[in-house]
């Protein structure tokens, strides 16, 4: 694919996304149960599409997510409208094309999709996005559901605001949902949000005939492999499991208090599906030794995949081509870093690495979550290509952004 398209490229594996959805699915077997997908983990339609085909609903966060989802071939009463700013026009739209349910993240959202449902004579499925205040032991920047950030509705406002939605007129009250956070390692926290809600989904279930709980997304997953020194394979097999914890341990922790609710749960994995079925494909370009220190400059960057600078996050990155027995032994430490001009635009950091040459291909790895989509045009550097590798055959799904691409829309003035 760095051949026929060039890099920097993302490069996604049909197969590998397929087969985390099922097993997802299966291991979920024993609920009433509902996979939405988070739509802004990788947003690429023919992604989208996979998805779609096995079934998944989608969390969608924006007007543009339900577009591309409607555009992929998904159904929009599987789809679940989670966002704190969710705007009018993003509001008439879901409405028109008939979401599952509005996640409601405030009281004045409440009454907003309720003004803007009746101005067009439609009822509005609505949940409300409870934060159950619990810490999932992830980045301060990706946890959401402690009292202290702007995501959803407090435990102690959630009744009343329920019993305002009751009165609303054009407001149907069909489920309940939550999200604690992302990039979680233990499953240990699912299950105790579940607990700590299960009284007032028992409640909902009572007084409103609620239909659905959702638990959120969250699963994390590995980013760091150990390298196995010596041994001349630069992989461990985990089995084929790439979360960090099972997707059995996932289940025993949310099934049973789930189970006992009797009442459909809905989930919304995103990194979980995606970030280990993806790459970043990207070359070196220079190798350059200042003192002590040894660069590798590649010619992807921050704009293209923002992780390591916004959360000092790990990828591993691997030579594309099987490092050769005789390269390997001379392992050392270097910097792999982007074009741009920061400081922060590195993708390792004194990273141990085998020999590294100029024209060497890499690929850094679990892209596949919270890369492409959070690409920018940053130093007027076009957006990298991304492919799709579907057993052993390989298809651009994306071009290559190119120099006229980016002043494209621009107007010049009077
Ligand atoms: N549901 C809601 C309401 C969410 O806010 C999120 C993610 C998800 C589901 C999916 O979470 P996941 O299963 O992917 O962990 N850019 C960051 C991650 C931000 C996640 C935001 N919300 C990163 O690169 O790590």
Not at 21 to 41: E, F, G, N, Q, S
Not at 80 to 105: D, H, M, P
Not at 240 to 253: H, L, M, N, P, T
Not at 293 to 316: C, W
Request: aromatic content about 8%.
């Amino acid at each position: 694919m760095a051949e026929k398209f060039g890099t920097p490229t993302y490069v996604y594996s049909a197969g590998t996304i397929v087969d985390h959805y099922a097993r997802l699915d299966a291991a979920l077997a024993p609920l009433d149960h509902l996979i939405c997908y988070a739509v802004k983990a990788n947003s690429n339609r023919a992604i989208l599409k996979l998805l779609a085909d096995a079934g998944a609903g989608f969390d969608i966060v924006s007007g543009g997510e339900l577009f591309r989802v409607l555009a992929a071939g998904g159904d929009p009463a599987k789809c679940t409208f989670t966002g704190v700013g969710k705007s009018r026009e993003e509001i008439e739209y879901a409405l028109e094309q008939g979401v599952y349910s509005f996640n409601v993240e405030s009281e004045s959202e409440l009454e907003n999709i309720d003004r803007i449902a009746g101005a067009k004579n439609l009822r509005a499925p609505i949940a409300l996005r409870v934060n159950p205040d619990i810490d999932p032991h992830t980045h301060e920047y990706i946890s959401t559901g402690s009292h202290e950030n702007k995501f959803g509705i407090a435990l102690d406002r959630i009744a009343a605001v329920y019993e305002s939605a009751a009165k609303m007129r054009n407001i149907d009250i069909v489920g309940v949902q939550m999200h604690i956070g992302s990039q979680i390692t233990e499953a240990q926290p699912f299950a105790s949000a579940i607990w700590k809600l299960a009284p007032i989904v028992r409640e909902l279930k009572s007084k409103y005939a609620i239909k659905f709980f959702s638990i959120g997304g969250g699963m994390g997953i590995i980013y760091r492999r150990a390298l196995e020194s010596g041994s001349g394979k630069w992989w461990h097999d985990h089995g084929g499991e790439s979360s960090v914890f099972s997707i059995r341990d996932y289940a025993d922790a949310i099934v049973p208090p789930s189970r006992q609710l009797g009442i459909g749960i809905v989930v919304e994995p995103g990194r979980f599906l995606v970030g280990n079925a993806g790459v970043l494909l990207t070359r070196v370009g220079y190798i350059k030794k200042s003192g002590a220190k040894k660069f590798a400059i590649v010619d992807a960057g921050m704009n293209d995949l923002i992780r390591p600078a916004l959360y000092h996050s790990y990828h591993e990155i691997v030579p594309v081509k099987e490092t050769k027995s005789e390269r390997e032994r001379k392992i050392s430490k270097i910097d792999i870093v982007g074009p741009v001009c920061e400081s922060g635009d590195f993708f390792a950091l004194d990273r141990e690495m085998p020999k590294l040459d100029e024209g060497d291909l890499l690929a850094i790895m679990s892209g596949g979550a919270y890369g492409f989509v959070m690409a920018s045009n940053y130093n007027s550097r076009p957006l990298p290509a991304e492919g799709l590798v579907r057993g052993d055959k390989f298809a651009l799904i994306r071009k290559r952004q190119t120099w006229k691409d980016l002043v494209r829309g621009e107007i010049e003035p009077l």
